[in-house]
């Protein structure tokens, strides 16, 4: 390190650029093909305050971008799991107008290839947090549409017991999945500190979760993606921006238009991606994870896409302008996905109908094995409240820890300031 | 053995379980190379290496998030809170997170959250607080409020053991004013369990953390007027101890509930009810309960004195349960 005289007499020592350009070097990647150009406004009009669009929206539908990673197989598997999230959602809406549900159905309609294409860039010794629309995340990570189907209907065998509903739920032994909790944002610091588990035991790994544009306003987004920044932890962070969070547009939540932007405040990179393009999140994800697994840090990956259905099942939407459905309808992320096999001929259109049906089929088993299996024992809701000798045993998920044990014999308090005027 | 402070046998019993199993860590802010605010890490960073003593930014919720994280794989972390005022700024990560995961989905959550808390030490209404009854209303979180140098090595090296979060709650007035002298062999001290500070037949004063030194104390100046007062310190307030409580006033026949924490909701209430359920007919005059003041902690000294239970009160109150 130099040292620069300057006006007190040479005592400051200056840090030269270089040392710290490893933190402020990152740049925001735009992997999409097309940049949409309109915005959502509330505007007046006859007495009443609507949301109304601004801008263009008859834009062509552009291609699907060329994976630089992904295979035909792989591709294959990821359109499968999104058919699979669709149909199982679809599933789900119909257990809900039978009366089969307890409570309401989130929908990740219109961002499958957000979550399958994401989740499918893990490995298995990676970790997953979903949130409330990430139920394709769940199917990849190994989960079954049994599984949620029994959430939804607060089964004695689903994987919370009846205790919670929908994707709150998780696995620590086998498929390495975190339950979220339905405040926002509070599963960022819990993945970083899963990395950060991990890298004691000696082994950096991949711990993705995802957040919304609503959800990026809370604290503790900013909370844990700058502790996973400063102690560069494997979090791969995920911001769906499906432009509406309950009924507010994304216009209200942040004064930035490319929510991938805030990686920079945090010196990580931050890539924007078409969440409707399962070949960009896959490639975005994949390098993300890539990078956590080097020990390299977190990556925050914003994919732009929309909801295409209200908040949850009760919920029409009514708020949303027309022409913003319309616009993202012809930007189907299952279609596309579809059409770029299609037109590759990676699948026929026979192969596609028996791919259809083989889903539908599972579905139709997993469907009815739901709804036929039990409610919980009532007396059950008063178990497994703390964990008691014997029910679980704590391990070590990657051998041992790593982190030096001991370093010094001297144990020895020194005298101390500590803060005395408390006394 | 030369005797120990309070401090001094917290710093003791973390040293240990981190030299017994090397999951055990520590983080928080300012605990590594300055030590803590109060220095109960102090030195442990160079024993134990920066990535066992983690400092961290200003962000409670980050800080418990990521330790239950890391619990996850197999970790036991152990949370400092630099003054416990500050566990309100985690209080959603401790109570939706931490105490729902092992009844929500079968994830236990062993970590460890500590920080000096209680007043007396004119520290204002930021850092003086007893949170212990916002975490002692969530169903699954231990709660633990030692008074003793003994107690306080024992308990933490039982709350790092066990596999539930612990809010383990040391009383900063007692960080160095008490001394003991303690075993030079290994102990523990199970949590859930109260202990009887005095033995006496008149009445019982049911109480935790500073103020059974403030009841041990009233039991001195009441001994003397020939009123013989029994004290059971609770040290974990979550488990409750229902049969010590049960116990002592099925022998005195009347009691009194003691706490720094403010009156309304407070734990005093919640023992008050125990006693009925469990011993209605033993009791020989009213549950009394001594309390601070339904007030935050004011700051200045006159105005904390007044608000703080005191042993005047107690001897006060005891001599009237007496002659009931």
Known sequence: MKKSRDKDGGRRSITPPAARETSNAHIIHDLRLERPRFRVVEAARDGQVRYEVRGDLNSPVPPIRESKYLKKEQCLEIYRWMLLNRRMEQALENLYKQGQVVGGVYFGLGQEAC??????????????????????????????????????????GSPTKGRDASSHFGDIVERNVCAPISMLGDSI????????????????????????DGGQSTGV????????????????????????????????????????????????????????????????AHE???????????????AKMMRMKGHAIHDAAGYVPKEVFAFWQKRDPIARLEKYLLEKKWITAEENKALIEGVEKELEADREAAVASPMPEPETAAADVYCEEGCHEIKLKYGAVKAKVAQKEDSKPKATDAALHFK | MPAITYLEAIRQGLWEEMERDPAVFCLGEDIGIYGGAFKVTDGFIHHFGPERVMDTPIAESAIVGAAFGAALTG?????????????????????????KSHYRWGAPAPVVLRG?????????????????????????????????????????????????????????????????????????????????????????????????????????TLAKEGIDVEVVDLRTLVPLDREAIAETVRKTNKAIVLHEDTKTGGLAGEITAVIHEECFDALDGPVVRITALDTPVPFSPPLEEFFLPEVGDVVREARKLKAY
């Open chain 1, 115 to 156: 979550s399958c294409a994401s989740a499918y860039a893990l490995k298995k010794d990676d970790w997953l947090a979903p949130m409330i629309r990430n139920q394709g995340s769940l199917l990849v990570r190994g989960f079954s549409a049994r599984d949620i189907m029994m959430q939804y209907m607060a089964k004695a």
């Open chain 2, 116 to 220: 000096p808390s209680g007043g007396n030490v004119h520290g204002g209404p930021f850092h003086s607080q007893n949170p212990e009854m916002y975490f002692a209303h969530t169903p699954g979180i231990k709660v633990v409020a030692p008074a003793t140098a003994y107690d306080a090595k024992g308990l933490i090296k039982s709350a790092v053991r066990d596999n539930n979060p612990v809010l383990f709650l040391e009383h900063k007035y007692l960080y160095r004013r008490i001394k003991e002298e303690l075993p030079a062999e290994e102990f523990t001290v199970p949590l859930g369990k109260a202990r009887v500070a005095r033995a006496g037949r008149d009445l019982s004063i049911v109480t935790y953390a500073a103020m059974v030194h403030v009841a041990l104390e009233a039991a001195e």
């Open chain 2, 75 to 99: 970790m036991r972390p152990v949370v400092e809170f630099q003054f416990i005022d500050f566990i309100g700024c985690a209080f959603n990560q401790i109570t939706n997170t931490l105490a």
């Open chain 1, 221 to 284: 987004f900013h909370e844990g993606l700058n502790f996973a920044a400063v102690r560069k932890l494997g979090l791969v962070l995920i911001v769906e921006n499906n432009l509406w969070a309950y009924s507010t547009p994304a216009e209200m939540q942040s004064a930035v238009e490319d929510l991938a932007v805030r990686a920079l405040g945090y010196g990580v990179p931050g890539v924007i991606v078409d969440g409707t393009d399962a070949c960009q999140v896959y490639d975005a």
């Open chain 1, 288 to 302: 993300a994870c890539e990078r956590a697994r080097r020990g390299e840090g977190p990556t925050l990956i914003e």
């Open chain 1, 189 to 212: 610091p819990v993945m970083a500190g899963v990395a950060m588990g991990a890298r004691m035991q000696g082994r950096n790994i991949a711990c993705m979760t995802y957040i919304g």
